[in-house]
C-alpha cells in the first residue's frame, strides 16, 4: 500500500516540483479505488490555478517510424532551451504494466535521466477513454509541477490519435519514407490532424527518399482545406538520430504558439476541449454505471444471445435494457 498524504501536502510539494511526489499523485489519479479518486481529485482543484501554463505537443506515428528517438532527441534540444521537459504517453491497447514503459524509458535514456525531464508511462486500462482521462489529469500534475513543455506521445494505433489531439495544443505526425507508399497506413482523417508533419530517418541512404517524400506530403496537404487555426500544417525532414532538422521543428512549433496566441484560437481551443472533456467524462461515467448496474449484468446475456438468435431486434433489447436503470 502507497503512502497517502493529505490533499495540502500533495499540493504544496508538487507546487515545490517533488517529482516523487508528484509520480505519487499521478499513481493516485491511474488508481482505482474510490477513496484514491476521490483523493486525486481534490488535489488536482487544488492545483488548478497552478496549471494550463505549458505547451501541450502531442506526438504520433506508426509503430517503428521513430518517436522515441525522436522525442529523445527533441526533449534534450528543448532542455537546452531552458525548457522543462515532461514525456507522457497513451496506450489503450497496453495491458502492459512493465514492457514497453521500461522499453521506451531505456530508448530514452538521456533523457530519463535529465533533471529537467520527467517521462511517465502510459496507464493502463481497458478503455481508451479511461487511459485519455488519466493522461489529461497527468498533464495537469506535471504542469502544476513546474514542466512548461509536455509532449504526449501515442502508442496505440487507431484511435489514440484522435484522443491525443483532443488534449494537445500542437499535433505533430511522423511518417516514414520509403516504406512502399509513402502514406500507406496513414489514414486521410489522422493527416488532417497534423499541425506539422515530419518526415523520420532522414540521414544517409534514406536521405533522398526523406526529400522525395516531403514533396509528396506537401502535395497531399494541398487538397486539404485551411484549418480553423489559421496555420496551414508545415512539413520538415529530419533525422532524430543525427540532429539534424530539429530545430526547425521547433522553430515551426514557436512560430504557431505565436500565430495562435495572437489570433486567440490557442485560447479558445483549450476552452473547447475542456467542455468537450466534461461532456466525455459523463458520458464515460453513465456507460461504465450502465454496464456495472446488477440488473444489467444478470440479464444482458440473455438479451444478447437473442440479438444473436434474431429473436429480439438489438433496439429493442436496448430499449429493454434502459428501461431497467
Ligand atoms: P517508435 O516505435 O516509433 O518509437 O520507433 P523508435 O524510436 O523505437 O525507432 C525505431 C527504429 O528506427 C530504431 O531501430 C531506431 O534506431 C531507428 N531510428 C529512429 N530514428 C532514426 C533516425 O533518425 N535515423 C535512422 N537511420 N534510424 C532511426
Redesign the pocket.
Known amino acids: 500500500m502507497v503512502k497517502r498524504f493529505y490533499v495540502d501536502q500533495y499540493a504544496d510539494r508538487i507546487i515545490a516540483g517533488d517529482r516523487i511526489v508528484l509520480s505519487r499523485a499521478i499513481t493516485l489519479v491511474e488508481s482505482t479505488l474510490p477513496s484514491d479518486q476521490e483523493l486525486a481529485q481534490q488535489v488536482i482543484n487544488r492545483l488548478l490555478p497552478h496549471t494550463g501554463k505549458s505547451i501541450r505537443i502531442g506526438i504520433t506515428?506508426a509503430?517503428?517510424?521513430?518517436?522515441?528517438?525522436?522525442i529523445e532527441a527533441f526533449g534534450n534540444y528543448l532542455i537546452t532551451r531552458q525548457k522543462k521537459v515532461a514525456v507522457l504517453a497513451v496506450d489503450p491497447s497496453s495491458q502492459r504494466t512493465g514492457g514497453s514503459i521500461l522499453g521506451d524509458k531505456t530508448?530514452m535514456e538521456t533523457l530519463a535521466t535529465n533533471p529537467a525531464a520527467y517521462i511517465r508511462p502510459s496507464p493502463a486500462g481497458k478503455s481508451l477513454g479511461g487511459v485519455a482521462q488519466k493522461t489529461r489529469e497527468a498533464i495537469l500534475l506535471c504542469e502544476a509541477a513546474g514542466f512548461d513543455t509536455i509532449l504526449v506521445e501515442t502508442v496505440g494505433v487507431g484511435q489514440s490519435e484522435t484522443a491525443v489531439h483532443g488534449m494537445v495544443d500542437f499535433f505533430l505526425l511522423l511518417l516514414l519514407a520509403g516504406a512502399g507508399d509513402e502514406l500507406q497506413g496513414i489514414k486521410k482523417g489522422i493527416m488532417e490532424l497534423g499541425d506539422a508533419l515530419v518526415i523520420?530517418?532522414a540521414?544517409?541512404a534514406?536521405y533522398l527518399q526523406a526529400k522525395k517524400a516531403k514533396s509528396e506530403v506537401e502535395q497531399a496537404l494541398q487538397l486539404f482545406s485551411k484549418p480553423e487555426s489559421g496555420w496551414f500544417p508545415q512539413v520538415t525532414i529530419c533525422?532524430?538520430?543525427e540532429n539534424k532538422g530539429i530545430n526547425v521543428i521547433w522553430n515551426q512549433i514557436d512560430a504557431y504558439f505565436k500565430l495562435t496566441h495572437h489570433s486567440g484560437f490557442f485560447q479558445k481551443k483549450r476552452k473547447d476541449q475542456n467542455l468537450f472533456w466534461l461532456h466525455e467524462t459523463i458520458r464515460q461515467a453513465l456507460l461504465d454505471n450502465f454496464f456495472a448496474a446488477p440488473a444489467i449484468k444478470s440479464i444482458l446475456p440473455e438479451l444478447e444471445q437473442q440479438v444473436l438468435d434474431g429473436s429480439i431486434s438489438p433496439t429493442l433489447a436496448a430499449q429493454k435494457l434502459l428501461n431497467l436503470t
Open positions: 506515428g509503430p517503428g517510424v521513430g518517436k522515441s528517438t525522436f530508448r523520420t530517418k540521414d544517409g534514406n533525422s532524430a538520430l
